[in-house]
């Protein structure tokens, strides 16, 4: 009976020992196994594939703001005809940079940021982000841009532009406010 428990603990021991969940003599001497099951993976998207679905999606608000403009302008509220005017503009710049440089998405990704833990544990990674500009030997970088477009609820057009884009480099900051100096 003793043996039979000594020889079930070892084999429990050296199952665990093989998958690298546990090594209860120290013995483990594969790094990389070890390496692997500490890596951070880390979620990236390309900001321009989130303004693509948000911009064909039911979020996009654009529409009820111009409704709104029109009305104020109709109804004489010059006040709000200024407050909306001097919005379109500056909304205009953001969605330019966004849809062909890189710009943070933030109002973008609110509408669907209850959505994102639930994509994240599907996906298997432990954050989500804009951009990654470092990261060490235990981090995996991941593009999860077409499964965040995916919460959009967008179109075959649509996932078939967001593709399309994400095939070439986002266009630089310079050349997107036409500063020649």
């Not at 948000?54 to 005809?81: C, H, I, P």
Request: hydrophobic fraction near 40%; aromatic fraction near 6%.
């Amino acid at each position: 009976m003793k043996r039979e428990t000594i020889l079930i603990c070892c084999t429990i021991a050296m199952l665990f020992t093989t998958v690298g969940a546990f090594d209860p003599l120290g013995c483990s001497n594969d790094a990389a196994a070890q390496e692997k099951t500490a890596a951070l993976r880390v979620g990236v998207y390309d900001n321009r594939g989130i303004l693509m679905a948000w911009f064909a999606s039911k979020y996009n608000d654009l529409a009820n703001m111009r409704k709104e403009y029109e009305q104020a302008k109709l109804t004489g509220d010059d006040e709000r005809v200024k407050e909306l005017g001097a919005m379109g503009p500056k909304l205009q710049r953001r969605l330019h940079f966004q849809g062909f440089g890189r710009a943070p998405v933030t109002e973008l990704l609110a509408h669907v940021e209850d959505q994102l833990p639930a994509l994240a544990k599907e996906l298997g990674v432990d954050v989500i982000v804009f951009e990654c500009n470092y990261s060490g030997d235990n981090v995996e970088i991941v593009d999860i841009t077409l499964d965040l477009v995916m919460l959009y609820d967008p179109s075959p057009e649509t996932i078939k532009s967001v593709k399309d884009v994400m095939k070439h480099d986002p266009v630089a900051l310079e050349e997107l406010t036409h500063d020649d100096h």
